[in-house]
């Protein structure tokens, strides 16, 4: 399937520590998308990083895509307790002549104070 | 703006029964969607609507019926609810009608955590 695969299932640190999520998926997209959901929430988006981009900021976050690895990962920096939380990605790729987007199975974040 | 908004909470049904979750959105978006969560799972989705008037099937879409009331409005119906359908149920919307406007970042509800007993 085209669902996007985040590494690792579930990771802990500790707070100013970074955390490094991945995620790979299977054929050409048009862009990836990263999600956070506290626990008990919606989704919120973060960031969306186009197919012809290589990375992207946005505050303490920063994604890269890798299109000939077909990968990406999301870094947090400087992590804080708050940034725990499950992260996913979101592929989003043309089937049938329509956009569609698939989420991954999400990596869980644990910031320990 | 309350953005995307989704009644009820929290239901408990039992076997057989019906129930319809409702959804609105005040972005003024025309694409709508409805996933379930399962745990240890990412979002699957059940039905979605690219525009007002329009409604389509997604990955998972047996035992389930939609409809879109009008542009604010998307409702999704369980007619005889079963066990395999206690998820935890997401209404998305977005801007644009590329394809189903899957293109652009999703707007969420907070989410109805539904038990079918």
């Known amino acids: 399937s085209q669902q996007g695969e985040e590494d690792p299932q579930a990771l802990s640190i500790q707070e100013g520590e970074n955390a490094t999520m991945n995620c790979s998926y299977k054929?050409?997209?048009?862009?990836l998308q990263w999600y956070r959901q506290n626990s008990g929430r919606g989704l919120v988006h973060l960031i969306l990083?186009?197919?012809?981009?290589r990375e992207k900021h946005s505050g303490r976050l920063r994604v890269t895509l890798d299109t000939s690895k077909k990968s990406s990962s999301l870094l947090i920096t400087a992590s804080r307790a708050a940034d725990t939380a499950s992260y996913f990605c979101?592929?989003?790729?043309?089937?049938?002549?329509?956009?569609?987007?698939?989420f991954g199975a999400g990596t869980r974040l644990a910031v320990h104070p | 703006n309350a953005g995307v908004t989704q009644t009820p909470k929290f239901q408990v049904l039992k076997t057989g029964q019906s129930m319809t979750l409702q959804c609105a959105q005040d972005?003024?978006?025309?694409?709508m969607y409805w996933y379930r969560q399962d745990p240890g799972m990412g979002l699957r989705l059940i039905y979605y609507?690219?525009?007002?008037?329009?409604?389509d099937k997604g990955e998972v879409p047996n035992g389930y019926n939609v409809s879109r009331l009008n542009k604010r409005e998307f409702s999704l119906r369980l007619e005889s609810a079963a066990p395999s359908q206690t998820s935890v149920y997401f209404c998305?919307?977005?801007?644009?009608?590329?394809?189903?406007?899957?293109?652009?970042?999703?707007?969420f509800g907070p989410g109805t955590r539904l038990t079918v007993l």
């Open positions: 990083i186009r197919s012809n981009e």
């Open positions: 054929t050409s997209i048009n862009n």
């Open positions: 998305a919307s977005s801007e644009g009608n590329s394809g189903y406007g899957a293109y652009n970042e999703q707007f």
């Open positions: 979101a592929t989003v790729y043309i089937s049938g002549g329509y956009n569609k987007l698939i």
């Open positions: 609507s690219a525009s007002e008037g329009t409604t």
């Open positions: 972005m003024n978006h025309n694409s």
